[in-house]
Structure formats: C-alpha cells, structure tokens
C-alpha cells in the first residue's frame, strides 16, 4: 500500500521562523483534502508555531463542508501541540480534532500512559512522538498503537533521517514490529520529509509521513502532496526562480525563505562580486535553510548525453535541476571569463551547487570546466538588446552547449560591452521559441524592476521557459537586495504558471 500523508499546516517553527503567516487555514485544509491527505495536523501552538485553536476550527469545518460538497471522506483533524493535561484533550475535541500529538520528551510515563488512556476513552487514538530508541521504549511500555518519529532533535533541531529506521528496529527488537498486511501498530516519519526524494526508509514499515514546510511553501501545495502520493508527473510546470547577484548571507535566508530554487553569487569583476570567503558563507547558510550537509546531487544523476539529442538533454537536466531545488535551494556560482583553473578552486573551495559561465568562454574552455567541476554547469548565451537574434542561431549554440557537457541555458540581455546586468529586457518571444524546439531557458534581464513584468515575460515564453533571473531588479541598491522585492518576484513567477 502506498504512504498517507499527514499534511500539516504550520505558519511558523522555532528552526525556519515565519513561514507563511498570512494564509488562510480553511483554504489550505481544503487544498490538502482535495489532494488525498489522509491526515491535516494543525499546530495550535501559538509562541513558537504562531498557530491556533481557530485555525484548527476553520480546518474542520472547511473539510467537513468539502466533503458535502463532494461525498469524499474526510481527513483526520490533528491537533499538534504541547498537551500535558486532559483539559487540552477535551478543548481539542470541542474545537474539531479527530486526534492528538503526544510528545514522550514534554510527559512522564505516568502522565503518558494517562494521557493516552483519556485519549481512547474520548474516542482518540493518539500519535505518540518520539525522537530517540529510549522514547520509543518509553513508548511501546505506555501501549502506543500510532508512532511517529521525529527526526529532527529537539535541542539542536539537527535533522537526522535514520532516525526513523532506527526506532522502528527498538520495536522489533520489543518483539512489537511495524508493517505487515495487518499491522497492530502504525509508524509515520513527522519531519524533514521535502519531497519523493526523502522517502527512503527501507524495510522500517512506515505507514504515513507528515509534511509541513514543504507544502507551507509550495506554490501548488495539492499538486506537492500528489507528487509524495505518486499521483503527479515528475516534470513540474512551476519554474526556476533565480536571484542573483547576492553577497551577504542574510540576503541569501530572505530569498530561500520567499521561495528561490536558485541563489547567484558572482565571483567575476562586478558591482555585486563576492570573494570565495563570502560566497562560502552564503554556501553555509543555503544549506542551513535547506538542511542539508552537501553540494546538491544534479551531476551524478544525469542520464542523458548532450551529443545525443541536444533537446532531450536540456529537458532532462532542466527537471532534475527544478526536483534537486523544489524544496532545497541551491547556489550558483557566476564566473565570467575567468581562468579554469581559477573557476574550479573556487567552486571547490566555495561549495556551490553549480557553475555559470557568463562570458564569451570557449567552447573548449566550457568542456574545461564541466570535466574539471564536480558540479554541473549552466552556459549563458547572450542575447543583443539593439539586434534582432534568430532562434536558429541560439539552437546551434545551444547544441555546442550540449555537447560540451552543459545542463542548461540562460538567455540574458546584453549591450555593446555589458553582458548581463542591463536591467532590459530581451524579447521574450525567443525563449517560445527555444521552448518550442524543445529546450526550456532560463531567462534574464529586466526582470523584478516592476510588477507585472515577471508574469509577462513567463506569458510571452508561452510558459515554455526552465525559468527566470533577476538581479538588479530586486536591490535596494547594488550588492543589497529589497527582500519585499524579492519576495514579489517570487510570488509572481510561481503564481503565473498556476
């Protein structure tokens, strides 16, 4: 049987501060329901989490209407926070829970084993968290039936995935396994789950996962869950959003927490260039967002040889960029006819995820670079604002660009001795065209300046583009990003191909 999914909704957490503070709880219950979650945990908590009781009410009564509306079965409400006393039992059950989380770290075993007796006198079978073997012991003495394992610690809020397996072998070893045709006892995975990429916990016999932030954050959260359920093609309409030009950490957070799949750190001569020491940082606190230890895996998951077909490669590469950074941002190195051996100790010494060649670098260079880099590389092809440029010409570099080993694209604007940085636009049309032969671009310049201007440019590429770039665009002045900017960029080019 495949994995439910508990969809959360969460305006905040203590690790990620604000989330999305302003959406409305009913709508996304609704959004959640309509896309198969089995289970909508709501966090009541109101400190840390800047959640509600009310929220939890809107979530209930919006479900329930869903399902007169449309005769499918409603969702589990779960009530998600700190519960110590009874009183907190009764309070969920008036305010429309179906359930409630248990935490083993907040409760003594006797307070535990009470709590989870009330439960089921009140008709509820309580999720019972734990986070280490010695909770889950606690645990399976207390008689929990629902576990859910939280793989994150508590104090450091450090994610570790084999959390999971690991408490389910505690219960084997119990004598009280997980999975089966018939289980007595069902295991969820309660955090750290971003995407299908997350669920690999072999033979622990999980029954369900809970998601959060990664549907909090989605710009189509019922198109998120049908991904983790399987239900949904691999290849996302939703495109690459780029900000570039950024040189400090904070500017970095703001962006990722509006959304950014990519975050650009220029390293070649420029208003915005930053030293390896500062794109390091940048680097960090990228990974620090997305919770991870390591340069994002695109390179070694290429299947496709641009020598081949040129198209199909650009294609491939473009999905595995767009599924690597749905939910975990990267950062892309920008080099601009810089020595190789400069851009590949850079790259290395910094950690980005990928490479930019903006210059008029060779094609051998190119190949160069990509055979050197341990990451994957993204060519620049320059478009004139003041000459009229043929698709056909773009489609032959783009095939040089294949064969060199390239995994995508970017067109951006250039002026007669400025490549990139313009702040005007091309016509847009050619990245229809380029789309229309079957290799998606990304597309810069003139981007974020204005409203409107992102949604258009995704319009005129017939929504065929891999995705936008803005840099200057979204600054309070050069080097220093507006994050309102930011985050109105974002917003606009997710909610376009909606």
């Keep these: 049987p495949r994995l439910a999914v508990a969809a959360e909704f969460k305006r905040a957490s203590p690790s990620k501060g604000d989330i999305a503070v302003d959406v409305a709880a009913g709508t996304q219950g609704e959004l959640y329901a309509g896309a198969g979650a089995s289970v909508i945990s709501i966090l009541t908590e109101g400190k840390w989490f800047k959640g509600s009781l009310e929220d939890m009410r809107e979530v209930r009564l919006a479900t329930q209407a869903l399902v007169g509306a449309t005769d499918k079965g409603r969702p589990a409400i779960l009530r998600k926070d700190f519960i110590i006393d009874e009183y907190q039992l009764h309070e969920a059950r008036a305010f429309g829970a179906d359930t409630v989380l248990l935490i083993v770290a907040v409760l003594g075993r006797s307070e535990l084993r009470g709590l989870i007796e009330k439960c089921r006198e009140l008709g509820m079978e309580p ?255 320059h478009v004139p604002v003041d000459a009229d440029v043929a698709a056909e010409s773009l489609l032959e570099d783009a095939k040089a660009a294949a064969a060199a080993g390239c995994v995508a694209l970017l067109l951006d604007s250039s002026l007669p001795g400025q490549k990139g940085g313009t702040g005007i636009a091309f016509d847009w049309a050619l990245a229809k065209n380029m789309g229309e032969a079957g290799v998606p671009v990304i597309v810069a310049g003139g981007l974020g300046g204005s409203a409107g201007d992102t949604k258009a440019c995704l319009e005129q590429s017939g929504f065929l583009a891999l995705g936008v770039d803005a840099s200057s665009g979204v600054e309070a002045s050069p080097g220093v990003k507006d994050a309102e900017k930011v985050r109105t960029y974002v917003k606009e080019a997710k909610a376009a191909a909606l």
């Design 127 to 381: 999720l019972v968290e734990v986070a280490n073997n010695v909770e889950a012991e606690i645990a399976a003495l207390a008689g929990a039936r629902v576990v859910g394992v939280n793989n994150r610690n508590l104090h450091t809020f450090k994610l570790d995935m084999l959390t999971t397996p690991r408490v389910s072998s505690k219960f084997r070893e119990l004598g009280m396994p997980f999975g089966g045709e018939e289980p007595e006892r069902l295991l969820l995975a309660l955090s750290g789950i971003m995407g299908p990429e997350d669920l690999n916990f072999g033979d622990a016999g999980i029954a369900g996962i809970l998601v959060g932030e990664a549907l909090m954050r989605a710009a189509d959260p019922a198109a998120a869950i049908q991904n983790l359920l399987g239900d949904a093609e691999s290849t996302s309409t939703t495109p690459l959003v780029k900000v570039c030009g950024v040189t400090s950490p904070e500017d970095a957070a703001a962006a990722c927490a509006a959304g950014a799949n990519l975050i650009g750190a220029i390293f070649a001569k420029s208003k915005r260039q930053v030293d390896v020491a500062q794109a390091a940082a940048i680097v960090q606190r990228v990974r620090a967002f997305g919770e991870r230890d390591a340069a994002l895996p695109v390179k070694q998951k290429i299947l496709t040889s641009g020598e081949e077909d040129f198209a199909e490669h650009f294609r491939s590469c473009g999905n595995l960029i767009k599924l690597a950074t749905a939910r975990r941002p990267g950062v892309v190195g920008v080099f601009m006819d810089q020595p190789v051996d400069l851009v590949l100790s850079a790259v290395a010494e910094a950690g980005v995820d990928l490479i930019q060649l903006h210059g008029d670098e060779t094609w051998e260079e190119v190949k160069a670079v990509v055979d050197g880099a341990a990451v994957p590389v993204i060519k620049v092809l």
